[in-house]
């Protein structure tokens, strides 16, 4: 079992920026992927960005130069550096890690882009 805690959520203006988090309970290096999906209340969860065991990078083409996965070895550590946040990246944004065929889900943060 791995648990997944988000953190870094929050109420920002358009154009500004948050860091997310997410901590796992076990060493994300021997995760095969770790990822940052969002979901929007009747919408289905979308995937945002990831990374995966080699370090290869993927992202929303919607997020594409705004976005950035990186891991944290030392405090089993995931961020996703947001910039130039939009209205439409409002949502419940949740950490996803896949572990040995096993998929774990986060309780979600919420983040809100609003004036």
């Known amino acids: 079992q791995v648990q997944l805690v988000e953190s870094g959520g929050g109420l920002v203006q358009p154009g500004g920026s948050l860091r997310l988090s997410c901590a796992a309970s076990?060493?994300?290096?021997?995760?095969?992927?770790m990822g940052w999906y969002r979901q929007i209340p009747g919408k289905q969860r979308e995937l945002v960005a990831n990374?995966?065991?080699?370090?290869?990078?993927n992202y929303a083409d919607s997020v594409k130069g705004r976005f950035l996965i990186s891991r944290d070895y030392p405090t089993n550590t995931v961020y996703l550096q947001m910039n130039t946040l939009k209205p439409e990246d409002t949502a419940v944004y949740y950490c996803?890690?896949?572990?040995?065929?096993?998929?774990?889900w986060g309780q979600g943060t919420q983040v809100t882009v609003s004036s």
């Open positions: 076990r060493s994300i290096f021997s995760a095969n992927f």
């Open positions: 996803n890690g896949r572990y040995e065929g096993y998929s774990y």
């Open positions: 990374v995966i065991k080699g370090g290869s990078t």
